[in-house]
C-alpha cells in the first residue's frame, strides 16, 4: 500500500488484530448536491465539510464538480484553505471529467489535492453518450491521468454505469480496469448510477471484480432506487469493497444516495467491520443538512428521523419501564437522539409516567387517571400533545393554578414596509420582570432577540430553534386557528469547553395569529427549560444547593 493510500483510508495507527476498516466516502456536498431544488452557499459547504471530517469523522469527502459555476469555484477554494491549515486537504475530492487539461486546472485552482474522474463503466454509454471507441475513450483517460501526476494531483476514477457494464459487456470492464491498474490510479469506485442491482447482484458483480484485481482499491457507489442501497453496500464491503459511498440523508438524485447513518449502523451492527464515524453527532449533522438544504427528513426515517425513538403504544412504554424489554441496539443516545414516549389515545399509564418524571411532575393515582383519561380524548380528536403541555393540562383538568415558572408578561411587535421589525418584550421570572428591545429579519426574529436580551439577564438558557413549521386549516378562513410547532435545541459543554449538541424537544401554539401562536409555544419551552433545570438543582447533594443563587431582585423597568 502506497503512503498516499494509507493516509487516505487512514488505516496508520491500527492494531494487529483489530477488526478490518472500511472507508467511507462521503458526497453530500457534490452527489448529494444534484437533489432537485437543493443548492448550498459556499459559507453552508464550508461549514457541512468541517462537521463531516472533524465532528463526524468520515474519512473523506467530496466537496465539488469542476467547471461548474463561479459558486462552485468559491465553495471549493473556501474548504481546501480550510483544509490545508487543518492537516486534511488529501481528504477533500473532486469530480472532473476526461476533457484533457480543463477539469485538472480547474482543481488546481480550486487548491484541491484529490481529482474523482468520471469515466464510463459501460460499453452503451461510451459508445452512444460520448460517441467514441473504447479505445478511443481509454486513450482520453490515459491523457488526463497523466496531466492530473504531472500536477501533483491524487486519482481516484470512477466507472459510471458499472452496474449495467459488468452485467453485459464485461469485457469492456476487463479492458477498463487494465488500463487503469497501469495508470496506477489509487482507487476504482464501481458505481450502481442507477440504483438496479440487488444484494445478490453486488455479492455476485462486486466479488468478481475484487476477485479478478484483488491488489485494487475498489470501492461501491450506490444509489436507492429500489430502497436497497444500504443492503448493497452491505453486500459490497462482505465481499471484498474497500469503501463505501454515502450522502446525509440521503440526499441524491431521484431515490437518492445511500444514507450516511443508516449504512454506518448497518455496517457496525451486522458485520465485523468498522468505519472510523462518530455515531453520536449523526443526528446533529442530518439536523443541519435538512436546515441548509430544505428538504424535511421523513418523521419515521431510520436512525435520524424524530419519530424514530418515540414509543407510541402504551404496552411499549410499560416493558421499558420493567427492564428495557423493547430496546435493541439501535439505542437514541448512541446516535444523538433521545427516547420519547407519545401521548395521544394509544397512551398507556407507563407512557404518561415517562413524560411526569422527566417533567419531575408527581401526581397521585387518580389525579393520573383524570390527566390520561383527557389525554387519550384530545388524541381521538387529532389534537397533539407533547410532554411540555403536560403542566397546563394538568392545571386546567385538575383546576389548579397554573405552576408557570416564566411568564411572558406582554410584548409588542412592530412591522412596517422600509423598515427592520422591532420588537419590545418583558419577562417575568419568579417575580422578577426584565425588559427588552430589539430588531430582526422578521416579526418573530425580532422578538427572539429582543426575549434572549431579557433571558439572559435572569440567567435562563434559550435552546437553538431547530425547526419552526406552522399548520394552517384549508378552506381560506382567515380567522381559522394556526398551530405552530417549534422544535428546539439544548446544548451541553462538552469537556472541552466548547459547545455540543443535546436533546431536542418541540413545543406547540395555537392561536388565531400566527406570531401568537409562535410565542405561545415559546413561552411553554422556557417553562420546559426552567422546570428542568429547577428539578436538576433539587437533585443535587445540599452543599452543592447552598451554592447555587437565584437571581437577584430588579425593579420592572
Known sequence: MTAVSKLNTRQEGRLPGDPPHVAVMDTTLRDG??????????AEKLQLARMLLVDVEVDRIEIASTRVSTGELESAQRITKWARKARLIQ??????????????????????????????????????????????????????????????????????????????????????????????VARIFLADTLGIFSPEDVTRFVGLMTATWPAVDFEYHGHNDYGLATANCLAAIQCGARGVHTSVN????????????????????????????????????????????????????????????????????????????????????????????????????ASLDHNLADLGIALPEADRDLVLERIVELGDRKHIVTPEDLPYLIADVLKTPEDQLVKIASYRVDVASGEPPKAEVALAYRGVVEKAEASGDGGYDAFMNALKKAAKALTIDVPILADYRVRIPPGGRTGALVETTITWLVQTPSSSGRRKAGETFSTLGVDSDQLAAAIIATEKMLNAVSTRRTNAKSKRPAKDRRKATAPSKRSDR
Open 33 to 42: 448536491e444534484q437533489t432537485p431544488n437543493v443548492s448550498y452557499s459556499p
Open 91 to 184: 481528504r477533500v475530492e473532486m469530480l472532473g471529467y476526461c476533457d484533457g487539461k480543463k477539469s485538472v486546472d480547474w482543481i488546481c485552482g480550486a487548491g484541491g489535492k484529490v481529482m474523482n474522474l468520471l469515466t464510463k463503466g459501460s460499453e452503451r454509454h461510451c459508445v452512444e453518450q460520448l460517441g467514441l471507441t473504447p479505445e478511443q475513450h481509454r486513450e482520453r483517460i490515459s491523457a488526463t491521468v497523466r496531466y492530473a501526476r504531472k500536477k501533483r494531483l491524487t486519482v481516484n476514477v470512477y466507472l459510471e454505469d458499472w452496474s449495467s457494464g459488468v452485467r453485459d459487456s464485461f469485457d469492456y470492464v476487463f479492458a477498463m480496469v487494465q488500463e487503469l491498474r497501469e495508470l496506477r
Open 250 to 349: 440521503g440526499m441524491g438524485e431521484r431515490a437518492g444516495n445511500t444514507s450516511l447513518s443508516e449504512v454506518v449502523a448497518a455496517i457496525h451492527d451486522h458485520s465485523e467491520i468498522r468505519t472510523s464515524v462518530i455515531e453520536g453527532r449523526l443526528s446533529a449533522l442530518s439536523s443541519l443538512v435538512e436546515t441548509f438544504s430544505g428538504k424535511e427528513v421523513s418523521a419515521n426515517t431510520p436512525i435520524v428521523g424524530r419519530d424514530v425513538y418515540t414509543q407510541t403504544a402504551g404496552i411499549h412504554a410499560d416493558g421499558d419501564a420493567k427492564g428495557d424489554l423493547y430496546a435493541t441496539r439501535l439505542a437514541p443516545k448512541r446516535f444523538g437522539g433521545a427516547r420519547r414516549y407519545a401521548l395521544g389515545k394509544l397512551s398507556g399509564k
